[in-house]
């Protein structure tokens, strides 16, 4: 659940939803005018979650700054897409982290970092967790695969890349891989946030800061991450921990999800691991116009898909049914010390 107003009305409404099971809670530092919250609003949501238990998920970037940052770049003439990275510095990342950590340091509350991209932000939660905090984090598979190169590629193909935070320079990628293998960064999600390029993405012809902020990639992520096993970069039992086990602990579902037991919902995936493919919008499921991975070659693939005990894919054939989801209540997270 995303809060955008922070009010005693609002307040009190996340204490009713954790009661319902909606037990983390989104905030931006990000976005002035839209979901932007300020300090003050910050820790009072930060109070009320470090009073019932739930989490509070930052997406942490210093929007104020970004801001000027933008603004500047575009009186300067410079509307290109690569542009979208440049003024969204990863020390404005590492500085936002660090001020949400601090805030949570001050209520109590569990803190989640999304969608992580930079190393200055990264080394911002090994210092709070080695500290001993409540402090977690993810990162994504566009911030492990894609660069500022890709945002700088020609004519307006960068538009494709653009998201928040945006995909960084290329030495980042070493630090956030390292992260995952020393559980400083917990979980890989993927944020997302498909736009058409035709269309959505093609507003921002210009102006970056027009382009739809978000990318596809949700029917990538486990076998992105497994190339990553496959290159040596995670072990096969992490990442199984990072797809499956760590997200059902950390928000409130294990032993219901996450693994493998008499009375959990018997949601299996059978994963082939020698399988070669090619990720492309040929191929893809999603219903958006592009990849952005076109033509990158991965190992592994999904065999089978069951939910529920019910097998929903098989052999690359859809086997389910409208209508068959359940709201699931949650706990706490199971993490917190």
Not at 8 to 32: I, N, R
Not at 77 to 89: A, K, L, Q, V
Not at 166 to 180: C, F, I, M, N, Q
Not at 214 to 239: F, K, N, T, Y
Request: charged share 20%; glycine share 10%.
């Amino acid at each position: 659940m995303i809060i955008s107003d922070v009010n005693e009305q609002t307040l009190k409404e996340m204490d009713v939803l954790v009661g319902e099971g909606v037990t983390s809670f989104k905030m931006f530092m990000a976005y002035p005018g839209v979901f932007y919250a300020t300090d003050g609003e910050i820790l009072q949501a930060m109070q009320r979650a470090a009073s019932s238990g739930a989490t509070i998920m930052m997406h942490a970037e210093n929007g104020i700054a970004i801001d000027v940052l933008v603004a500047q770049a575009l009186a300067s003439g410079h509307t290109d897409p690569g542009w979208h990275g440049r003024t969204r510095p990863p020390e404005l990342e590492g500085e936002a982290t660090a001020r949400a950590i601090r805030l949570a340091q001050v209520t109590g509350a569990p803190l989640y970092i999304v969608h992580l991209s930079a190393q200055q932000a990264l080394q911002a939660v090994i210092e709070a967790r080695d500290d001993g905090r409540n402090v977690f984090a993810e990162t994504c598979p566009q911030y492990l695969y894609l660069s500022q190169d890709d945002l700088d590629a020609p004519g307006f193909e960068g538009a494709k890349y653009v998201c928040s935070p945006p995909v960084r320079p290329k030495e980042h990628w070493a630090h956030l891989w390292r992260g995952l293998r020393t559980n400083d960064l917990s979980i890989v999600s993927t944020d997302h946030c498909p736009f058409c390029f035709k269309e959505q993405k093609e507003m921002g012809r210009g102006d970056f800061s027009k382009i739809p902020n978000g990318m596809p990639g949700i029917e990538h992520r486990v076998d992105l991450l497994h190339q990553g096993v496959v290159d040596g970069e995670l072990s096969l039992a992490r990442w199984v921990e990072v797809n499956s086990t760590t997200p059902a602990r950390m928000f409130g579902l294990y032993p219901r999800k996450g693994t493998i037991a008499p009375g959990s919902d018997a949601d299996i995936v059978v994963y082939d691991p020698a399988l070669r493919h090619v990720l492309s919008v040929e191929t893809h499921h999603m219903a958006v116009d592009y990849s952005a991975y076109e033509g990158r070659e991965v190992q592994g693939g999904v065999s089978t898909v069951l939910s529920r005990g019910e097998i929903l894919v098989s052999d690359g054939q859809w086997h389910g049914q409208a209508g068959r989801g359940r709201f699931l209540p949650r706990g706490a997270s199971q993490y917190l010390r």
